[in-house]
Structure formats: structure tokens, C-alpha cells
Antibody, heavy 120, light 110 residues
Framework: EVLLVESGGGLVKPGGSLRLSCAAS????????MNWVRQAPGKGLEWVSS????????YYADSVKGRFTISRDNAKNSLYLQMNSLRAEDTAVYYC?????????????WGQGTTVTVSS | QSALTQPASVSGSPGQTITISCTGT?????????VSWYQQHPGTAPRLIIS???NRPSGVSNRFSGSKSGNTASLTISGLQAEDDADYYC??????????FGGGTKLTVL
């Protein structure tokens, strides 16, 4: 079964840091581009970041550029999102999702999400 | 990276056909054939229903179809069923080497 499982969410104070993880199983992780997408409470989806299979190319939304870092470890079938200088507006459910073709192509498998709450 | 424009809500009765629009610019929807559509039920992760490469992924009903004209993409759902009651999002590649989602449309099956 193809599966993505996020972890690492929690409550953090403004200005703090958090590292999210996404464990992949059931497919050849190293062959896929991966993405982080978030959804604030009661709001729509927002693309956060993408990384190609080899980690050669990485892309970020303007809203997180300079604060968030996406990375992956193909040997461990894992995707990460290091989040620094967190703000209240970063509060959201964070999903990891895979893109089977181009990095900006459709996301065909999604995890269940992990919740990040930024509050004092 | 402004969100693509979708109607906040649409509704229809079982058996009817509805269309959800997704309007962008020549820098995203109009400039590339990379529009995808996602369905999301409350409390669950989004699900890909329309792909620009394969149209409908395996397992997605042929009642769902996508199209594009100029800067506007559309999702059409025919033969509405109760289980179609959900939120729908479009997404597109942009000339800024980014991805952008629409604001989302809540479909209510009456």
C-alpha cells in the first residue's frame, strides 16, 4: 500500500522552530518529487514547498522563503520540513504529497497531515 | 503568488450537472497546461480527481471532467451524487516557478 505519514507537528511559540517529517512507504520514494502543502483552520490549500527526486531543485512559496527548508533522505524514504521563525499565520495542517511526473505536476498521494499551532 | 479565483460555493440536485470555474492569468492557468483538481471531504486529506497528464486518475468516476479556455479552467461534475458534496480546489503551475491553488469551492448537493 502506498502511504505517506507525517509527524512532528505541535504547539510552538512565535519565533520558535519545528521540524516536520514525512515517512513514505509502498513506492520507490527516490523516483518522485515531493511537496508540502498546508491548510490553515477553515481556509483553503496553500502550496509551501517542493523538492525534486535528487534534491537538485527546490522551490518555496514567497510566504515561507528564508524561514522554511525542505529536504529529503532517499535512503530513509523520508521528507522533511524545517520551519524556523514561526509566525501565527503558519498555524495549519501540513500535508506531504508526492508528484509522480514533473515537480509541479499533480499530487496523486497525500498524507493525513500533521497540525502545527503557533501561539504564545 | 495570488490564489486562483474560484466561486466560494455552488450547489445542485442529485442527477444534475454542475461546473466549477478556476480563473487565473496568462502567467499560470492560461500559460500552461498544468491545471489539476482536488476533492476534499471534511477532516480528510485532498484527493486528486483531475490530472493534466492522465485526466482522471485510476478510481475516479468518469462523471468528473476538466477543461480549459484561455485563463479559465473548469471542473464539470455530471450526474451529481450525495458523495460529491465536498470542497474542490484547482491548482496550476506559475511562471514564477511556483504552484498556486484556488481559494476552493464548496459544493452542496441539495
Amino acid at each position: 500500500e502506498v502511504l505517506l505519514v507525517e509527524s512532528g507537528g505541535g504547539l510552538v511559540k512565535p519565533g520558535g522552530s519545528l521540524r516536520l517529517s514525512c515517512a513514505a512507504s509502498g513506492f520507490t520514494f527516490s523516483s518522485y518529487s515531493m511537496n508540502w502543502v498546508r491548510q490553515a483552520p477553515g481556509k483553503g490549500l496553500e502550496w509551501v514547498s517542493s523538492i525534486v527526486s535528487s534534491s537538485t531543485y527546490i522551490y518555496y512559496a514567497d510566504s515561507v522563503k528564508g524561514r522554511f527548508t525542505i529536504s529529503r533522505d532517499n535512503a530513509k524514504n523520508s521528507l522533511y520540513l524545517q520551519m524556523n521563525s514561526l509566525r501565527a499565520e503558519d498555524t495549519a495542517v501540513y500535508y506531504c504529497a508526492r508528484s509522480p511526473l514533473l515537480w509541479f505536476g499533480p499530487m496523486d498521494v497525500w498524507g493525513q497531515g500533521t497540525t502545527v499551532t503557533v501561539s504564545s | 503568488q495570488s490564489a486562483l479565483t474560484q466561486p466560494a460555493s455552488v450547489s445542485g440536485s442529485p442527477g444534475q450537472t454542475i461546473t466549477i470555474s478556476c480563473t487565473g492569468t496568462s502567467s499560470d492557468v492560461g500559460g500552461y497546461n498544468y491545471v489539476s483538481w482536488y476533492q476534499q471531504h471534511p477532516g480528510t486529506a485532498p484527493r486528486l480527481i483531475i490530472s493534466p497528464f492522465t485526466n482522471r486518475p485510476s478510481g475516479v468516476s468518469n462523471r468528473f471532467s476538466g477543461s480549459k479556455s484561455g485563463n479559465t479552467a473548469s471542473l464539470t461534475i455530471s450526474g451529481l451524487q450525495a458523495e460529491d458534496d465536498a470542497d474542490y480546489y484547482c491548482s496550476s503551475y506559475t511562471s514564477s516557478s511556483a504552484l498556486v491553488f484556488g481559494g476552493g469551492t464548496k459544493l452542496t448537493v441539495l
